[in-house]
Structures are given as structure tokens and as C-alpha cells.
Nanobody, 124 residues
Framework: QVQLVESGGGSVQAGGSLRLSCQVS????????MGWFRQSPGKEREFVGA????????LYADFAKGRSTISRDNGKNTVYLQMDSLEVEDTAVYFCAGSLNWPIISRPIKPDYWGQGTQVTVSS
């Protein structure tokens, strides 16, 4: 059974940074393209970014470009989301997601597996 468990969320002031982690178990991380999504109250879940199986390619939503970095360590079965210059509007639950396929790497992944999410709260 594949499980994704996020950690690293919390409260931070605007302008600060957070690093989220996602630990994958039940299958090797190298089996998945990995992504991050987020959902704010009253809004639909939205794509933040994704990374290919080997980490050679990343894709980011426009709001995340220049402020976010996704990386992965397949040996540790862990994927990361580094977020800098955080804004109040970044407040959301952040979800880790895994996809067995990513046919068009210029478009967001369509996840096969989801984590439970971790809360990120940015205050002014």
C-alpha cells in the first residue's frame, strides 16, 4: 500500500521560508513523478509544482516560480518543497502527490496517490 506523509508545515511570517517534506512508503519513490498541490479555504485544490522521476525536470505554477523549489532524494524516498518569500496568500493545506505517468511534462501531473496534507499559515 502506497502512503505519502507530509511534514514541515507550520506558521511563518510573511517573507519567511518553509521546507516541506513528503515521505513515500509502500513503493520506491523512483516509481513516481511527484508533485505538490495546495488548497485554501473556499478554493479548489491547485497545482504548485512537480518533478520528474529522476529530478531532471521541474514544472511550477506561475505563482510558485522563483519562490519555490522542488527536489527529491530517491534514496531516502523523500520529496521536498522549499518555499521562500512566503506571502499571506500562500496560506493553505499543502498536499504531496505521486503519479505513475506524466505524459506531458509541460502540464501539471494527474496524481494517482495523495498525502493527507500539511497546514502552512503565513501571517503579516
Amino acid at each position: 500500500q502506497v502512503q505519502l506523509v507530509e511534514s514541515g508545515g507550520g506558521s511563518v511570517q510573511a517573507g519567511g521560508s518553509l521546507r516541506l517534506s513528503c515521505q513515500v512508503s509502500g513503493q520506491r519513490l523512483s516509481s513516481f513523478a511527484m508533485g505538490w498541490f495546495r488548497q485554501s479555504p473556499g478554493k479548489e485544490r491547485e497545482f504548485v509544482g512537480a518533478i520528474t522521476w529522476s529530478g531532471g525536470h521541474t514544472l511550477y505554477a506561475d505563482f510558485a516560480k522563483g519562490r519555490s523549489t522542488i527536489s527529491r532524494d530517491n534514496g531516502k524516498n523523500t520529496v521536498y518543497l522549499q518555499m521562500d518569500s512566503l506571502e499571506v496568500e500562500d496560506t493553505a493545506v499543502y498536499f504531496c502527490a505521486g503519479s505513475l505517468n506524466w505524459p506531458i511534462i509541460s502540464r501539471p501531473i494527474k496524481p494517482d496517490y495523495w498525502g493527507q496534507g500539511t497546514q502552512v499559515t503565513v501571517s503579516s
